[in-house]
């Protein structure tokens, strides 16, 4: 089960991240299951996922599969439309939860930022009290979802199949 609340912000906060990855994701599906293929780097590894997700915003099932490179190949060469590619860079909050900050399409003119805050349980979630500077909160927004965005970005692709992300 994944629990998690979303915030927009406007860039990475301030200080040192516990950690940093950069990452690309394609979805193979979005309805009535997301499912996901996600390369996701870091200083120490690399890792290869299979993901699928059931419906919600606050919370939702989540099974996360590893896959070998020939796998995820094969699975990449399946996405209709270039994968999106996130920097994220994790941070510990003082209440010990951690904060996950993502810059979605760096140097895009659709790029943006959002963070997220996962829990164990909906009551942490709800009881949860966000830093002031945190942004706007757009966890029960499906808008806001990055299958959404996806969803946006691959039919801008399917319309402009020859277009790249420098001549958007």
Not at 62 to 68: M, P, Q, Y
Request: proline share 8%; glycine share 4%; with cysteine.
């Amino acid at each position: 089960m994944e629990i998690e609340r979303k915030f927009l912000i406007h860039g990475f906060p301030d200080g040192e991240p516990a950690a940093r990855y950069e990452m690309e994701q394609g979805y193979l599906a979005t309805e009535p299951v997301t499912v996901r293929i996600r390369r996701e780097t870091s200083p120490q590894k690399t890792a290869l996922i299979l993901c699928f997700k059931g419906k919600g915003l606050l919370s939702r099932e989540e099974i996360e599969i590893s896959l070998s490179e020939t796998d995820y190949t094969a699975l990449f060469n399946l996405l209709p439309a270039p994968p999106i590619r996130k920097i994220r860079k994790d941070y510990l909050l003082p209440d010990g939860n951690r904060l996950e900050c993502n810059h979605v399409e760096p140097g895009a003119p659709d790029s943006f930022f959002y963070a997220e805050v996962e829990f164990l349980t909906e009551e942490a979630a709800t009881k949860f009290m966000p830093p002031l500077w945190l942004g706007t909160e757009v966890t029960y927004n499906p808008a806001y979802t990055m299958k959404a965005f996806w969803e946006r970005r691959k039919k801008q692709a399917l319309l402009f199949p020859h277009q790249t992300d420098s001549d958007v």
